[in-house]
């Protein structure tokens, strides 16, 4: 077709085009694959593109899409990364707009408001319970989480929740690590998020306070955990440790898992039965000794002469309601750690039975060294008055928190610090007498803080990396320790939100953005790049093939698009043909 004929086709009415003999067909149908067949024709004559345009009257134009993102002061690589994507999406023909909003406001909305956004930048941190696979691949993305629980995005797959389903009661290692990655197959596939990176967690302490060797490097976490928090010797006088945050605290709630600056406290406050070690596997720590009776029946011996932080002691009825309650939906975060147990016991005076529906490959780490052990006589009354409300666990805050961990809640001015004391009736005291946290938003104030004494462990750096360790070289007295996380940055699509819904689409976007531009210009190298929930650092689980198999480039999102049949336009992205837009119209 020449080109003076294409354009004139192209701005038509095609009844106006059409001959009569075409006209005379009765059906839209018939009259419309005749339409579209001379319509692509005539764009291939103008526009030799991958992505053609499409008949304006007939297909709608895709919605201003909204990606949500913290500040660039408080998280400047997530922000850095947010722009690179939205830039490339818009080369798509979308029409993006980043708002960005405090971590607060942020986590709110995505968390409570889940028909309400479109996508969101996120991260799932590298706690230590993670270390197993399970609590990822099966909380994050199976379809009975989403309603309330770590499923936001509302993600569903039925192949994908039989494969997970699976893995849990697969006790054979070898046969399970095929499961787990099979799981990475079908995400890698769906792209119900688009991975990001795992970052390379760089944290700094000053060498001069602190012993070194008393620091404790765990696998997949680094140097910030529990283990340092509580072998951490001083050097001289100051005996307090002193960390920092950009993220302002939500909540220190241990029925609410609220965000990662959060539950550095928690797990320092309350006590769990199991804690996982600095190897990645769980130990004894509330539980003295344990048990399996059958594949499927645990006995927990419970530690002798624990005390709440009130100065009660804790029992084995304790431990029953520490369960029950999560067991019983009043934390529905927590829900899904204890979904799988089908009866708690106890046997004398300190013998915690749990009794399993199916065997559990990952009961230990994923439960037991997961959920929070509670006082019974705070938090029983606190669950009866709720009861009443239409809350839950999870909108309680306690006015001094009572666990019975390693140190006590002493006091938290909010927007400023919150300050724990060592527990020095602990099984296991610190070695130091308080940990500290302080409130920094801005990156750079967090590394002067730390050179002028203010913290004097950096815990959350979201800067460049390479400017710590210039630091480190310029100042002496100051060491860096870098590890890959377990945990991850990515961006959560709404796949309860057209055109989120839609894994084709999904998949383009995923596509249109090249990982190494992610961790060169926003991660300045100090990450790995990703399309996998399960981290290198867990190399026995990770699946390498669906990072190294994963395509990248305008060229291949665009491909992606024409064959799932989304078209240009007027320049801008639309749908395929008979989908409709039905929001923001």
């Known amino acids: 077709m020449p080109l003076l004929a294409g354009v004139a086709f192209l701005k038509c009415n095609p009844n106006d085009f059409l001959s009569a003999p075409i006209r005379s067909f009765r059906t839209a149908a018939n009259r419309r694959i005749i339409v579209n067949t001379l319509f692509k024709l005539a764009s291939t004559s103008l526009m030799g593109m991958a992505l053609l345009a499409g008949p304006t009257w007939a297909q709608d134009q895709i919605r201003t899409l909204h990606l949500l993102s913290r500040p660039q002061a408080a998280q400047p690589a997530e922000f850095q990364s947010i722009q690179l994507i939205a830039q490339e999406w818009r080369k798509l023909g979308l029409d993006v707009e980043v708002d960005v909003m405090p971590w607060e406001q942020m986590s709110s909305e995505v968390w409570y408001e889940r028909d309400k956004w479109d996508a969101t930048a996120w991260q799932m941190t590298g706690r230590p319970e993670r270390s197993d696979p399970d609590e990822i691949i099966y909380n994050l993305f199976h379809s009975s989480t989403a309603e309330s629980g770590y499923n936001f995005i509302g993600y569903s797959s039925p192949e994908y929740d039989a494969v997970v389903e699976k893995q849990r009661i697969t006790v054979d290692p070898d046969a399970r690590q095929a499961l787990v990655r099979e799981a990475q197959e079908i995400l890698a596939k769906d792209q119900p998020n688009m991975m990001l990176v795992h970052p390379e967690q760089a944290f700094v302490f000053d060498k001069n306070i602190w012993d070194a060797s008393s620091v404790v490097n765990q696998s997949g976490i680094g140097i910030r955990n529990t283990w340092t928090w509580l072998s951490l010797t001083p050097k001289t006088d100051q005996k307090d440790i002193i960390v920092n945050s950009a993220d302002n605290v939500i909540a220190v709630n241990p029925l609410y898992i609220s965000g990662v600056t959060d539950s550095w406290m928690t797990e320092l406050v309350y006590d769990r039965l199991f804690r996982v070690g600095p190897d990645g596997l769980p130990k004894e720590w509330a539980a003295e000794s344990f048990e399996w009776r059958d594949g499927a029946t645990i006995a927990v011996t419970l530690r002798e002469g624990m005390m709440w932080h009130d100065g009660q002691p804790m029992t084995a009825e304790d431990v029953k309601f520490s369960f029950e309650t999560t067991v019983g939906g009043e934390a529905p975060m927590y829900a899904p750690f204890g979904k799988g147990i089908s009866d708690i016991a106890i046997e004398g005076d300190n013998v915690i039975v749990f009794t399993l529906a199916t065997p559990s490959a990952s009961f230990i780490t994923s439960s037991l060294a997961k959920i929070n052990l509670i006082p019974k006589h705070v938090w029983e009354p606190i669950l009866a008055d709720l009861a009443t409300k239409d809350e839950n666990a999870e909108s309680y805050q306690e006015a001094t928190p009572i666990g019975s961990g390693p140190y006590k809640f002493d006091r938290w001015i909010t927007n400023e610090e919150i300050v724990l004391s060592a527990n020095n009736e602990h099984f296991n005291a610190p070695k130091a007498d308080r940990w500290i946290l302080r409130l920094v938003p801005n ?39 870098a590890t890959v996380d377990i945990g991850f940055r990515y961006v959560a699509f709404n796949n309860r939100r057209p055109p989120f819904n839609d894994p084709a689409f999904r998949a383009a976007l995923s596509s249109a953005v090249d990982r190494r531009l992610i961790v060169k210009a926003a991660f300045k190298d100090f990450a790995v790049a990703s399309n996998s929930v399960v981290s290198p650092a867990l190399e026995f689980w990770h699946d390498k093939a669906v990072v190294d198999d994963f395509k990248a480039g305008p060229d291949v999102a665009k491909q992606l698009l024409e064959d799932a049949g989304y078209t240009m336009v007027d320049g801008r992205l639309a749908y395929p043909d008979g989908v409709e837009e039905t929001l923001d119209k």
């Open 443 to 481: 990156a750079e104030a967090a590394l002067g803080m730390l050179r002028s004494g203010e913290i004097n462990f950096l815990t959350d750096f979201s800067g460049d990396p390479q400017v710590l360790i210039d630091a480190a070289d310029a100042d002496g007295d100051l060491e860096v320790v």
